[in-house]
C-alpha cells in the first residue's frame, strides 16, 4: 500500500496543500518550523485518526481555524484505489472511505499502516510500559484479524471490573467479571506473543549488521506474577487471592492490560545500559522491523532522520533504505544529494509544499 496523493486544509503552519508521493522514497526539507513535521501529522492522521505529537486535535488545528480536513488516495497492487478523508474538529471526527462514513477507528487504521519515528520514539525503550505493549499490539492489529475484537471485548470488560471493585453495590458482579477477564488473557498473550517472534524474526533476517552489531532480547511479560499461569483457573484463583487488595486499589492491579516487553542488551535492560545513540538506533530498528513485520506494505515516515542517528550511519542507512521496499518518509533541514535513489524531493516553506525535484 502506499499514500499517492494528500490534500491538507488548516493543519498547524500548512493552510492549504496538495502533494502528490512517489510510492519509493519521498525526502521532505526544509527549515524548523516550515512545515516538515506537520506534513506527517497529517499522514498520520490519515492512518490513525489522530496525530501522532499530540492527542489535543485543537494543537493540531490552524490558528482561528474550527477544523482540519486531510483527503488521500491510496493504493495497492491488488486493489483499486482507496479514497479517504478524515475532519476533525475540536468536539467531532467524520471519516470516510469511497464517499461512505465510516464510524470505526479501526476500519479506518487498516487501510494505510504507518509507522512513524520522531525524536521521541527512543522512549519505546526509555519509557513506561504502555509504549511497548502498543508498539506489539500494532503488529498484532495487522498481523492477526481476531486480535482487534479479542483486546477490545478485554478492555470493556476491564473496564466494567474496575467500576464494580469501587462500588459495594456491583460486588456480585464480580465473579462473572473476573471468570470473563481471566478466560480472554491467554489468547490475547499468545498474539502478543506470536507478534514479537516475528519482530526478533524480521530484524534477524532484514536489519543490517552496520546499524546494531548485536541484536536484542525481547521477552513479553503477562503482567501477571511468573508463578501464574495462564489457564483460566489459575488467574481466577489469583484473582479472588487479590480480590480485598484491588477493592481497595478500586482497580485490577494485575493482568495483560500491565503486561510488558523486556529488552535486553548484551543481557543488561537497554533502557539502563544503552547509551542515548545506542537508544535511538535500537528505537530505530525495532520501529522499521514493526512495519516489515505485518507482511504487507506499509509506510515507514522518520521524521528529522539526522536527530535520529549518528553522522557515522546516516549515510549508510540512506544507501539501505530503498532495500526496504516500502513507500518511506524522510524528513529533514537539508536537500540529500547522494545516496538516495528513486526518490522525490520536496521543499517546505512558511507551510507551502513543493516537489523539488525527482531522483
Known amino acids: 500500500m502506499w499514500l499517492s496523493k494528500l490534500k491538507v486544509q488548516n493543519c498547524r503552519i500548512i493552510k492549504e ?5 512517489n ?9 524548523n518550523g516550515s512545515g516538515k513535521t506537520s506534513l506527517l501529522e497529517a499522514i498520520s492522521i490519515i492512518s490513525l485518526g489522530r496525530s501522532f505529537r499530540t492527542a489535543r486535535i485543537s494543537e493540531v488545528i490552524s490558528y482561528g481555524e474550527d477544523s482540519i480536513l486531510c483527503t488521500s488516495t491510496v493504493e495497492s497492487s491488488s486493489s483499486s484505489e482507496k479514497h479517504i478523508g478524515v475532519e476533525k474538529t475540536v468536539s467531532s471526527t467524520n471519516i470516510r472511505v469511497n464517499r461512505q462514513t465510516i464510524q470505526s477507528q479501526a ?8 509507522s512513524i519515528i520522531h525524536p521521541s520514539s527512543h522512549e519505546l525503550i526509555s519509557g513506561g510500559s504502555v509504549k511497548r505493549r502498543r508498539f506489539i499490539d500494532w503488529v498484532a492489529f495487522y498481523k492477526f484479524p481476531e486480535f482487534h475484537n479479542l483486546w477490545k471485548r478485554y478492555q470493556a470488560i476491564l473496564k466494567q471490573r474496575n467500576a464494580a471493585l469501587k462500588n459495594p453495590k456491583l460486588f456480585y458482579a464480580l465473579e462473572h467479571l473476573t471468570y470473563e477477564l481471566s478466560k480472554l488473557q491467554a489468547p490475547i498473550h499468545e498474539l502478543r506473543n506470536e507478534a514479537l517472534k516475528g519482530i526478533i524474526e524480521t530484524i534477524s533476517v532484514t536489519i543490517p549488521s552496520f546499524l546494531i552489531k548485536q541484536a536484542p532480547d525481547l521477552s513479553l511479560q503477562t503482567g501477571l506474577p511468573s508463578e501464574v499461569g495462564l489457564d483460566t483457573e489459575s488467574i481466577v484463583n489469583y484473582y479472588n487471592s487479590k480480590l480485598a487488595q484491588d477493592k481497595k486499589r478500586g482497580r485490577t492491579l494485575k493482568g495483560i492490560h500491565a503486561a510488558d516487553a523486556l529488552i535486553l542488551l548484551n543481557s543488561k535492560p ?18 522499521i522491523a514493526q512495519n516489515i513485520t505485518i507482511g504487507q506494505h506499509g ?12 553522522k557515522k550511519n546516516y549515510q549508510k542507512l540512506i544507501d539501505f533504505i530503498p532495500e526496504l521496499e516500502r513507500q518511506v518518509f524522510i524528513t529533514g533541514t537539508h536537500k540529500v544529494e547522494k545516496g538516495i535513489t528513486n526518490a522525490s524531493m520536496f521543499h517546505v516553506k512558511h ?3 513543493n516537489l523539488s525535484h525527482n531522483k
Not at 496543500?17 to 508521493?21: K, N, P, S
Not at 509506510?299 to 549518528?310: N, P
Open 23 to 31: 510510492p519509493h522514497i519521498n525526502y521532505i526539507y526544509g527549515s
Open 351 to 353: 507551510g507551502s509544499i
Open 299 to 310: 509506510v515507514i515516515a522518520i521524521d528529522d532522520l539526522a536527530a535520529e542517528i549518528d
Open 107 to 114: 476500519q479506518l487504521s487498516k487501510l494505510l499502516p504507518v
Open 270 to 287: 537497554a533502557s539502563s545500559s544503552a547509551s542515548r545513540g545506542q537508544t535511538k538506533i535500537l528505537s530505530l530498528v525495532l520501529h
Open 17 to 21: 496543500a496538495t502533494v502528490e508521493f
